[in-house]
């Protein structure tokens, strides 16, 4: 079985979550507490959004999040009376703001240059009330098959959402398998459910180069491309 598709995530994969820290200081400083109370209770906010799919299949907004449920739960959590909406979902991936993987990208071109049909696989959100501003950028021209939760409606790990993947990337190149797909993904949930679809997960970590080498390593063994690249 070669390897005919890749399929990325986008946050913790194409983009670095090495300046989330830095954003959730920024919060707790909005917030008026210290950021070692920030880290040590911010938890108890997140688990109360755990089933909540509004976000991320795009029927509300972050601003509306941030300025009703969100505001809410973070004023209960941390004993505060903030009436206006603490901002820091659209900062991530603000222009000027934003980190890549650079190492992602670059995989991303050289496994197209070599054949292999591409795709962007994303939970994300509208930014602004008037749904305009981007929270996924990246060129969209590096993929064949681009699905994004907030336009879909539904989410990873959602196996509908695979199988609207999929049948992308197989418009693309209609020969492939489920087999015959890596993806990648920094959530172990999003990779147990795409090995569940059929498709070979290759979990990301702390370092993505870890996880391109053994996408190499699969790869090599079973495809005969000549994938050279900086790692
Ligand atoms: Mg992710």
Not at 34 to 62: H, N, T, Y
Not at 99 to 115: A, S, V
Not at 179 to 192: G, L
């Amino acid at each position: 079985m070669v390897i005919k598709g890749a399929v990325f995530d986008f946050g913790g994969v194409i983009m670095s979550y090495g300046a989330i820290k830095d954003l959730f200081i920024d919060l707790a400083h909005q917030l008026g507490v210290e950021p070692k109370v920030f880290f040590e209770k911010r938890k108890e906010v997140w688990d109360l959004f755990a089933e909540d799919k509004r976000l991320m299949c795009g029927q509300i907004s972050a601003e509306e999040f941030e300025e009703g449920d969100f505001l809410k739960a973070i004023n209960t959590v941390f004993g505060k009376n903030h009436t206006e909406p603490l901002r820091w979902l659209g900062k991530l991936t603000a222009p000027g703001f934003i980190q890549y993987n650079e190492i992602m990208l670059t995989f991303i071109k050289t496994l197209r240059e070599n054949g292999v049909k591409t795709g962007l696989l994303t939970n994300n959100f509208f930014i602004d009330k008037e749904r305009k501003l981007e929270s996924t950028p990246v060129d969209r021209a590096l993929f064949d098959a681009v699905v994004e939760s907030r336009l879909e409606g539904i989410e990873k790990p959602d196996q509908k959402i695979y199988e609207l993947c999929h049948s992308r990337v197989v418009a693309a190149a209609p020969e492939i398998e489920r087999s015959e797909v890596i993806f990648f993904d920094d959530m172990e949930t999003n990779c147990e459910a795409a090995n569940e679809f059929g498709w070979r997960a290759i979990h990301v970590g702390k370092d993505p180069k870890e996880a391109i080498l053994q996408a190499i390593e699969l790869i090599r063994h079973e495809n005969d491309l000549h994938l050279e690249i900086e790692t």
